[in-house]
């Protein structure tokens, strides 16, 4: 049983036991359990398909389990949404479209037992600008910041969202993110599921990664990436180019990357030295410039998912 108190025995903000759910044959998400506790920042990892909307969707009641509780609050994820302790950002789900951004945010705050002010919540999401624009003639980026607009139209505990930044610039993209890091600051629990893993490197404090609907790995950014094992090795060659060098390079034990560019050749690895001493192993080729180092989350990912891949083949 998945220990669901906190430290002063106040209930988890989020407890999963055991949950299970599968779409036909489909095992969506394979018995996974879940703690998250007041104040964190959590980014949800996986590749497509992984379970992560499966896993939002019950989080939100949206989906009930085949087996296993979900728990906000202590309660049914329904109880802690109707009395509006949760705010949503989902990937899709169309918005109402003949209405202003201001009438849609303000219909939203209308149905929240906690509601903001309709300008403050604007003003967050940077929606001033075009407040009074019809929702159907919004660019991609400004319907994110509309649904994101819509998830925290009032005082929440926990805010859920689904890749939030899909269709973002650069620009949006920070600022967005400087909002949700007020919210965490705050004392609110964040929930995101992300494809951009350096979001997830830079902004939570916390980093899951799913694959197959279970969890391969729950720790700060660093210790995932400590887990995975992964470095860098980057050196030289000469001559540059060499006839099929990056085939005869991907044998070589521990890779999870390889990429030849001219004369720079650059590989990830999970064991480094095996992967140093096979090379010089070759014989005929001689790495100048040699260095290994750690990686980013990004490699990490990939070589965590990959690895599970080759066990589960
Ligand atoms: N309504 C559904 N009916 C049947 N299969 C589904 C349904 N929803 C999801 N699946 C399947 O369940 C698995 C998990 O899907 P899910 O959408 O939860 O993954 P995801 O990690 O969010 O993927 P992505 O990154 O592509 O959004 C996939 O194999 C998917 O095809």
Redesign the pocket.
């Known amino acids: 049983m998945t220990d669901t108190r906190d430290v002063a025995g106040e209930p988890a903000v989020v407890a999963f036991d055991g949950v299970t759910k599968s ?2 044959e ?4 394979a018995g996974l359990s879940l703690v998250l506790r007041p104040g964190e920042t959590v980014a949800l990892l ?12 019950l989080l939100l009641g949206l989906r009930r389990p085949d087996a296993g509780t979900v728990r906000l609050f202590g309660g049914a994820p329904e109880r802690a949404i109707a009395a509006g302790r949760v705010g949503a950002m989902l ?1 899709s789900g169309g918005l109402m479209e003949d209405v202003t951004v201001r009438e849609l945010v303000t219909f939203a705050a209308r149905l929240h037992p906690r509601p903001y002010p309709v300008d403050d919540t604007l003003a967050v999401a940077g929606l001033t600008g075009v407040a009074a624009q019809k929702v159907n003639k919004l660019s991609g980026g400004q319907e994110q910041r509309v649904r994101f607009a819509l998830a925290t139209v009032g005082d929440c505990d926990l805010i859920v969202l ?2 939030p930044t899909t269709g973002m610039d650069v620009t949006a993209r920070r600022a967005f993110w400087a909002t949700m890091r007020e919210q965490a600051a705050s004392g609110r629990t964040v929930l995101f ?1 992300t ?1 951009y893993l350096e979001e997830a490197d830079a902004i939570a404090d916390r980093v899951l990664v ?1 694959n197959k ?1 279970r969890l391969l790995a729950d720790g700060t950014a660093a210790e995932v990436k400590a887990r995975a094992g992964v470095r860098r090795i980057s050196f030289d060659l000469e001559p540059a180019g060499t006839a099929g060098l990056a085939e005869r390079l991907r044998p070589l034990p521990g890779l999870t990357e390889v990429n030849v560019s001219g004369h720079s050749v650059r590989l990830a690895s999970r064991d480094a030295d095996a992967t140093v001493h096979a090379l010089y192993g070759l014989g005929d080729l001689y790495p100048r410039n040699l260095e290994v180092t750690g990686l980013g989350l990004e490699q990490a990912f990939i070589a965590l998912t990959t690895a599970e891949e080759a066990t589960t083949a």
Do not use: M
């Open positions: 779409y036909g489909v095992r969506a998400v996986g590749p497509n398909g992984a379970g992560k909307s499966s896993t939002l969707d990937q689904d890749e599921a494809h799913l609907g």
